[in-house]
């Protein structure tokens, strides 16, 4: 196997770019056959299963599905408590990974309808 690195657009004042996200969604759409979530993982491993059983049945090849928080109040409790001006510069700060989460998430859905490509 051959291991291949793109080569990233260098980044701007020490931040990432929309060619960062651009780059990252390429990555994800050619090079990645399945894509879950650790808020979802039980899930992910059903389908797993389901899709490459000779890799996730009985071959010894595992996820751990453990210490996994289901509730969504450990999101929203935190920030809550953050200064206004903190929250906002936060979410500026993680607003290009907000939208590859968002994109992920809508490639996720894709591939478990159709199965991975």
Request: with cysteine.
């Amino acid at each position: 196997m051959t291991l291949t690195f793109a080569t990233s657009p260098p980044l701007v004042n020490g931040s990432a770019s929309t060619l960062h996200l651009e780059e990252a969604t390429r990555f994800l759409e050619n090079r990645v056959a399945a894509i879950g979530f650790t808020n979802a993982l039980p899930a992910l491993v059903n389908w797993l299963r389901r899709h490459w059983p000779h890799v996730f049945n009985g071959s010894g090849c595992t996820l751990p599905t453990f210490n996994i928080n289901t509730s969504p109040s450990y999101r929203t409790t935190a920030s809550s408590e953050l200064p206004a001006s903190l929250r906002e510069y936060l979410t500026k700060a993680n607003a290009l990974d907000l939208l590859l989460w968002q994109r992920a998430t809508g490639m996720s859905n894709a591939i478990k309808r159709s199965g991975p490509h």
